[in-house]
């Protein structure tokens, strides 16, 4: 992974000393509570309903063992020994002391960790696939290329102030598991016919109150003009897009309305005044980044490890729907990728403890080179382990509730914290999830019905991604009463689309039945082998409305 230079290091130690001293001229009266909350958020620090909270950056969701272990440290020095993980692969904390996050962003720079651009109007953490670099049909590993976007953001001085908050997502693979379509900017690494690798570029994606799946602006664009291009657009978006109307104010709304054509024509005009400038990516350069991401120096034994894994697949039936549900193929044999699943069974999804920390770390130290990454859906992953390393591994991990074998089934959920926390919610979502982990505790039924997408959010902001679910819940306020609109038909993936409502919002102690009968239909309905949001698909919304909102007797 990368490793800070003196000047990346140098940086985030300036900027932890000159918040500190922010902060404290803040507590002393010196700085009013309106100037004080741009210099806070600049810094990743919210307020929210009973707390600050502060939100660590993660790029593109890789972590070393001992970022993790300074993370487990500060939840149980300054916080509630727990912190919670995001669809934006960050991390947060949800209960520091005002007067002590100077002390927590000190002890992040002592792991070149910090909460730069986690927060405000600005270029958000470049998000990618959680598998990255260990696929067999990969372009390329998406990683250094994040990399190389997450230095040209950082503190960028001209879009420190866009008009609203602005992401970018990488995938490298025909899969996408970085919901990239659903971006400000979404790349997707690509060849052309000569063989040379480029971007296929689509922008003006986004969810919240306005979702649009985003439009190809470019088929192909040559990796050394990336920064250029991206530049191009964001200077666009800088200038055209709306300030007056927060609602109104992202990329995506400057997109649909001016049409892909013209904005692409906008983009094109700046671009040719910067093509080929001090920002045109070098192969040397590209090779240094590269660098950072070598292979790991992997076992050529690590396939004699498969007989004993096959050995104890059949020997144990919960190890064997672990293995078939929380691991994935690795490119390397020998080799699996490991989820470990931050949906146990009545928590908060996404939320991990100090404990839990440190062990995942001690497990990547010993089994996966030091390396944790953070996923999209609100899962780490362990993506280096030997197959003869896999039942002791899950042992730890089952002795420590880390190892529920729900990844992509129905609990396995995108949930925002809600009511709970959030001051933004309307609704609360956590009790939400815990009444359907409770309805649906039968692990065989869960994976009889197999890969279901299901996203929960408290609000309209969609921080948990509810358009784009197989099904999706959002949380509305109905005079003081919570209830809960039901989508249907959404994905993330490079199917992308978005989820249609199904009919009147369901008081909340109804949301689980609810979810029950949409099932019924599905299991009812379904073809051999067909997934969920395939039936959704073919046989459209109304027998699924029909069941949901029939009279009762």
């Known amino acids: 992974m990368y490793q800070y230079n003196e000047q990346d290091q140098n940086l985030v130690n300036q900027r932890v000393e000159q918040y500190r001293d922010q902060t404290r001229r803040f507590l002393a009266g010196e700085i009013p509570d309106d100037e004080f909350r741009g210099l806070r958020l600049m810094n990743g620090l919210y307020i929210q309903r009973f707390a600050p909270m502060l939100r660590v950056a993660v790029p593109y969701g890789l972590m070393n063992s001992v970022q993790v272990r300074k993370l487990a440290h500060i939840a149980r020095t300054y916080d509630k020994n727990y912190a919670h993980f995001t669809t934006r692969t960050n991390l947060q904390f949800n209960w520091p002391k005002l007067e002590e996050v100077p002390d927590i962003l000190a002890e992040l720079a002592e792991v070149q960790m910090h909460a730069i651009q986690t927060s405000g109007n ?8 959680h598998f990255a670099g260990i696929l067999k049909d990969e372009v390329e590993d998406s990683r250094p290329w994040c990399e190389i976007i997450r230095q040209w953001t950082t ?22 598991r970085a919901a990239s379509q659903v971006h400000d900017i979404g790349l997707h690494l690509v060849k052309n016919d000569a ?4 971007f296929e570029v689509l922008v003006g994606g986004g969810l919240g109150r306005t979702p649009m799946i985003g439009k190809v602006i470019h088929k192909f664009l040559p990796k050394h003009d990336l920064l250029t291009y991206l530049e191009a657009i964001l200077r666009v978006y800088n200038l055209n897009g709306r300030r007056d109307n927060k609602y109104k104010a992202r990329i995506k709304i400057l997109v649909d309305a001016l049409g892909i054509d013209k904005f692409r024509e906008l983009v ?23 660098g950072f991401f070598a292979p790991h120096p992997y076992s050529t034994d690590a396939v004699n490890g498969v007989a004993a894994l096959e050995s104890k697949l059949a020997e144990d039936a919960d190890f064997a729907a672990w293995y078939e549900r929380n691991t994935r193929e690795h490119k390397v044999d020998g080799y699996r990728a490991v989820i470990v699943s931050l949906k146990p069974y009545l928590k908060a999804p996404g939320d991990i403890t100090d404990v839990q920390l440190d062990v995942v770390a001690d497990l990547a130290d010993k089994y996966n080179f ?18 003869g390393d896999l039942f002791a591994l899950w042992q730890v991990m089952a002795e420590h ?4 074998p729900n990844i992509g089934t129905l609990t396995d959920m995108i949930v925002c914290p809600g009511f709970d926390f959030c001051s933004l919610a309307n609704a609360h979502t956590l009790n939400v999830a815990d009444q359907i982990n409770q309805k649906f505790d039968d692990l065989d039924y869960l994976h009889d019905i197999g890969d279901i997408k299901l996203n929960m959010s408290g609000c309209i902001n969609a921080c948990a991604h509810h358009h784009v679910a197989h099904i999706g819940i959002l949380g509305v306020d109905r005079k003081g009463e ?11 993936r490079e199917d992308a689309s978005l989820g249609k409502v199904i009919g009147k919002a369901v008081p909340q102690a109804d949301v689980a039945d609810t979810i029950e009968k949409v099932l019924q239909v599905y299991v009812e309905q379904r073809e051999e082998e067909e997934r969920f949001i395939d039936t959704v698909r073919r046989i459209g919304l109304t027998p699924f409305k029909e069941r949901v909102y029939a009279p009762v007797n």
């Open 122 to 129: 600005c270029l958000r953490n470049t998000t990618t696939d």
């Open 155 to 176: 503190l960028h001085p001209e879009f420190a102030y866009l008009p609203r908050k602005f992401k970018i997502a990488v995938t490298g693979s025909s899969e996408d």
């Open 195 to 198: 063989g040379e690798v480029g």
């Open 268 to 290: 094109d005009a700046e671009w040719a005044e910067i093509r080929g400038g001090e920002m045109h990516l070098t192969d040397s350069e590209i090779e240094r980044i590269k």
């Open 370 to 387: 030091g390396e944790i990454r953070s996923t999209h859906d609100q899962n780490l992953v362990l993506a280096h382990v030997q197959a």
């Open 401 to 404: 509730n880390l190892a529920r």
């Open 482 to 492: 919570d209830f809960y609109q039901i989508t249907l038909g959404g994905s993330s």
